[in-house]
């Protein structure tokens, strides 16, 4: 359809000028708030551009527990559109006024007029909430700033904070308007151990480890490869039945998987976190002491966030709950895909040998759409593949459906090998309890309050 409208006079663009600057109130001298307005009204093109953001450090933040130090981290937001996401927070620097972050944040395809808010706040583990210290918003202009942090009402202000942005015009082959606010990197992950480890085991092999920790990775490209596509929940599964059906015991049971999602993701002094840049990182990811460990992973690609959370396949607190997936998925009724995968050297397990050095080898990652609860379609499988790639580079990447028996080979012989070579016991590789006395994840949920676990969130 094409739009017949005249073109607007001089007089009315500026009549439109004029009362834009009149609706954004105490916005009045931002250039960003009128320009929205304008947008929004369809009187101006705005361009869009790619930012890499840098959050350099702050000074000058206020003493405001009695030891009088500060344990700082900041939260920043694009028009409330996306927020940083370091689990959705920067790094907490312990023990410091003068808080050095460095951390980038690359977002594509954002109006030229967007604003940056940043808020900075004390992390208390004290308490239930972290005390804040302050916020401020600035353009995403490109150039170095320094912001003066204000404080709440009736206190000093929050000392100052330096950033850079570098602003580039976003690439035109793919409309940008259809892709706003595309988080774009640096890629992050972090490693949640279970809160049962302790009691589960005495080992403190690194491999035994791995059964009782989680993974949290924010990838790339997720809205650019999938669109608006999700999968919803398998309605004719019976146990998805069970999680997302009506009635008082489906609520039950999706009561006690959310709990133990926030048990697996809490934020704890625990977690491990890092970046993936190469595809050398990825198998860091992956390795089980020094080497890279044959090992199989569930997985699900949220729809809540986009960020791919996994575990291996045999760890043995999951046994109590009727679908990893959605555990990991926090109940939620869809997810962007979900299944399994498993890394492997090329030409598969059973043509390796250990005395190959992980360094001499082209690693695979095999990944499939084995998922019960939310059955993905195969026919997406190429997209993930594709998504893949993009985020791993250097990591040849092969999706393979469910029922194709070369899924089946190569992760037969990736268990096999672990059993054979790497000394792991055949009830390490499907979720079972080695003793009555053995806790598991949805009993320690149970004993939990849900303000414990907010807390734990928090």
């Known amino acids: 359809m094409h739009d017949h409208r005249r073109p607007l006079s001089m007089s009315r663009i500026l009549e439109s000028i004029g009362n834009a600057v009149h609706h954004a109130h105490d916005n009045a001298h931002d250039l960003a708030a009128v320009t929205r307005t304008l947008a929004e009204e369809h009187l101006l093109d705005i361009p869009y551009v790619d930012l890499t953001i840098q959050f350099i450090g ?199 998987i959310m709990a133990g999602h926030r048990l697996l993701y809490a934020r704890a002094t625990t977690n491990k976190f890092g970046v993936i840049e190469t595809g050398a990182d990825v198998l860091g990811v992956l390795r089980g002491g020094k080497r890279v460990k044959p090992a199989v992973y569930t997985y699900i690609i949220s729809a809540e966030d986009d960020s791919m959370r996994f575990s291996e396949t045999g760890a043995a607190f999951f046994v109590d709950f009727a679908s990893k997936h959605a555990l990991h998925a926090n109940c939620h009724p869809c997810v962007r ?47 993930l593949k594709a998504l893949l790639e993009y985020n791993f580079p250097g990591i040849v990447i092969h999706a393979l459906d469910r029922e194709d028996p070369a899924l089946a080979e190569s992760r037969e012989a990736c268990r096999a090998y672990a059993l054979n070579h790497r000394g792991i016991r055949k009830e390490e590789l499907q979720p079972q309890r080695q003793s009555e006395e053995e806790e598991t994840l949805a009993a320690r949920a149970s004993l939990i309050s849900m303000d414990e676990l907010e807390m734990m969130e928090a």
């Not at 972050?101 to 940043?118: D, G, I, M, Q």
């Not at 049962?196 to 650019?224: C, F, P």
């Not at 299944?339 to 990652?365: I, M, Q």
């Open 58 to 256: 702050a000074s000058g933040i206020p003493k405001l527990d009695i030891g009088g130090a500060a344990d700082p981290y900041f939260v920043a937001k694009l028009d409330n559109e996306i927020s940083f996401v370091w689990l959705q927070r920067s790094t907490v620097k312990v023990g410091t006024l003068s808080p050095v972050w460095n951390e980038l944040w690359r977002v594509k395809n954002v109006p030229a007029h967007a604003s940056l808010s940043v808020e900075v706040l004390d992390k208390d583990d004290g308490a239930k909430l972290d005390d804040f210290v302050g916020k401020f918003t600035t353009s995403v202009s490109a150039g170095a700033k320094e912001a003066e942090i204000e404080g709440p009402l009736f206190r000093k202000a929050g000392g100052t904070f330096w950033l850079k942005i570098e602003s580039t015009p976003s690439a035109k082959d793919k409309d940008p308007k259809a892709y706003p606010y595309m988080f774009d990197g640096p890629i992050r992950f972090s490693r949640h151990f279970s809160p049962t480890v302790g009691l589960l085991t005495n080992s403190t092999s690194e491999d035994h480890a791995r059964l009782y920790s989680t993974w949290k990775m924010y990838i790339r490209g997720v809205q650019l490869y999938f669109g608006d596509a999700v999968q919803q929940w398998n309605h004719k599964y019976k146990a998805a039945q069970s999680i997302f059906g009506p009635g008082a015991s489906s609520l039950a049971v999706r009561s006690g």
């Open 337 to 383: 895909y979900s299944g399994e995968f498993h890394p492997r050297p090329a030409g598969g397990w059973a043509a390796f040998d250990d005395a190959t050095s992980d360094a001499d080898v082209k690693w695979e990652l095999v990944i499939d759409n084995n998922s019960g609860t939310y059955s993905p379609d195969k026919t997406l499988l190429p997209t």
